[in-house]
């Protein structure tokens, strides 16, 4: 891909952040915006091994691991807080599969030490004047009018850009919301733990020495029906044996489960990226993972393939049949913890966990037989 290519790239994310360092670092004029006025920390992130793949391809492995916790096992719980089994990662999947967990801002700031990039915040596209095969032009919100060979579409699965250029994708509820919190970390809590709700889950992973990253996953039909306010209410009616590790009364950020209708890779020289392309339940805590594989294939495509066209086409190729496998059985995978189970149902169930974990651990050890990057 020639130097004087212009490339601009919506979202300062995961998924923006690690495409804008690989192109600028192959001498493409790339354009970074973010419309939020500066960057929001987030919570903790889970990187199971595909993730930390990417980490290591980027040579970042060393500088995130330094600052989050390695996941060795699992500790996985019954409804009424009964250790089902502690079930030991090195063993099922491997001595080399390495799953990691760390706040949000750990791994966004090891991204942007990649490159020296400068991003543009609150800056964002009011409208896309003109999207065809050679060229896209847009307007950006303080007025402005420029035209560039390439639009990396990386806004999460909210995307402004997709809802313009893909107005026929909607964004689907799955039935389940979350709460999310980050706490100090107990002293008795050193692995991850797993809790089952009646029904729903409890996902606890320890995010350092320090720091206990929370998540809570429930049904609610009604989306709008839960806030922060509602939060203990929640853990008493689906979590009532669990014996919380911070006091109550702490602020909990809320959140639902929600999948694309359908997945787009790219339309004229517009690509989607991430969440954004492909946004989908975290059950395989895929989120950042997909969107590293996403940004690094990206990058090469591009680099190796002059004709954008023809590079987003491979691209597309590359990326299409294994980022659909994952929202399938992510999407499967949360709808099928969303049901009640009777007792009969939950004893076969901790029989199975015993000898072969939750659903999801086969599920990865699929995903982690074949790599993103071997084509």
Request: hydrophobic share 40%.
């Amino acid at each position: 891909m020639p130097s004087k290519k212009r490339v601009l790239i919506v979202g300062a994310g995961i998924a923006g952040t690690t495409t804008a360092a690989l192109l600028a670092r192959e001498g493409i004029e790339v354009t970074l915006i973010e419309k939020s006025k500066s960057f929001i920390s987030g919570m903790g992130i889970c990187l199971p091994a595909n993730a930390t793949e990417c980490l290591k391809k980027l040579n970042l492995i060393d500088i995130v691991c330094k600052n989050s916790f390695i996941s060795n096992s699992w500790k996985i719980l019954s409804e009424s807080s009964k250790e089902i089994t502690d079930f030991n990662f090195n063993t099922y999947f491997g001595p080399n599969k390495l799953f990691i967990a760390t706040h949000r801002t750990v791994l966004h700031h090891a991204l942007l030490s990649l490159e020296n990039l400068e991003i543009n915040f609150n800056l964002s596209i009011s409208e896309i004047l003109d999207n065809n095969a050679n060229n896209v032009n847009v307007k950006f919100n303080n007025g402005t009018i420029e035209k560039f060979d390439l639009l990396v579409a990386a806004d999460g699965i909210y995307s402004s850009i997709r809802q313009m250029i893909c107005p026929e994708i909607s964004i689907d509820y799955l039935g389940m919301a979350c709460y999310r919190l980050v706490v100090p970390k107990p002293k008795n809590i050193d692995q991850v733990t797993f809790i089952f709700g009646s029904p729903g889950f409890l996902l606890m992973h320890p995010l350092s020495q320090e720091s206990l990253y929370c998540g809570f996953v429930f049904p609610e039909k009604n989306k709008g029906r839960f806030t922060e306010k509602s939060f203990e209410k929640h853990i008493k009616t689906f979590f009532p044996s669990v014996r919380l590790p911070f006091q109550e009364g702490v602020q909990a950020l809320p959140g639902w489960m929600e999948t694309l209708s359908s997945t787009v890779f790219f339309k004229d020289r517009i690509v989607f990226i991430g969440d954004a392309g492909h946004g989908c339940a975290t059950s395989l805590q895929q989120g950042a993972a997909l969107a590293m594989e996403d940004s690094i294939i990206l990058a090469e495509c591009l680099k190796n393939i002059s004709h954008i066209p023809e590079a987003l086409y491979q691209f597309t190729k590359r990326r299409e049949q294994r980022v659909n496998w994952v929202r399938q059985e992510s999407n499967d995978c949360m709808r099928n913890l969303n049901q009640p189970l009777t007792e009969e149902q939950k004893t076969l169930r901790n029989e199975k966990i015993k000898t072969s974990g939750l659903n999801n651990f086969a599920l990865w050890k699929k995903l982690f037989a074949s790599s993103a990057f071997n084509y």
